[in-house]
């Protein structure tokens, strides 16, 4: 069990990072959306490969994975108009600025974005498996510019760094016990129900992808974003095949 814990601090461990970066360097809007688009690829890959068809494989043609996507998106997309109505509208924008006052909802809604592919990270390792180093790296790579961006707005607003470290890492310590509880809360679940988790997860990133990173990535990176995004597919793309390769 503290093997998943780990892994999901490990992922998310990008978020102290760019709190880290975010507090010290200037790092301009277009580099942010660019890195942003890379991520974007990677975790396009993340969803179609590692969730959606091992979620459809486990299926068996149930419809446990449509059902599984649908749930996943119409849950994220209440919960996050929900955050967003509270002040967290601006979370992941490059160009927003935070308030002290907003913490609650930043918190809320970073948390909301990043559990579930926490718990996907933990539903790796039940069974003796072996986390998925492709969801790992999207995770990561999803998470720096967020933290950067969120950081710059926190910067503007007078936070002080202790404070912004503080909260990612209180961030990172609650997505990791997401991971915790993905593999605590599974460990014996069917297959069927791991299908729909999994469906799940990946239809909520994938209404996340749709209405944040990849708008953010394409208003600050320009035209260029469309080919950091395919880099990050191709890149994603070598990591799965390098995993499944058969060991000798």
Known sequence: MLNAFFWGFVATTSLIIGGSLGS??????????????FGAGV????????????????????GMAILGLLIGALTFFFSDLLISKMGARGRKKIAGSHDSNLVVPIVLGTILDGIPESIVIGMGLIGGGKV???????VFISNLPEAIAGTSGMVAGAWSRTKIQLLWLIIALVCSLASLAG???FSNASHLTIAFIQAFAGGAILVMLANTMIPEAFEHGGKLAGIFTVLGFIGAVCVVLLEKLPSH
């Open 43 to 62: 975790l396009v890959i993340a969803v179609t490969y590692e969730l959606t068809y091992e979620a459809v494989t486990l299926a068996k043609g149930s």
């Open 183 to 185: 593999y605590g809360l």
């Open 132 to 138: 998925s180093l492709a969801m790992l790296v999207a």
């Open 24 to 37: 010290r360097v200037r790092i301009g809007r277009r580099t942010l959306g660019l890195i942003m688009a």
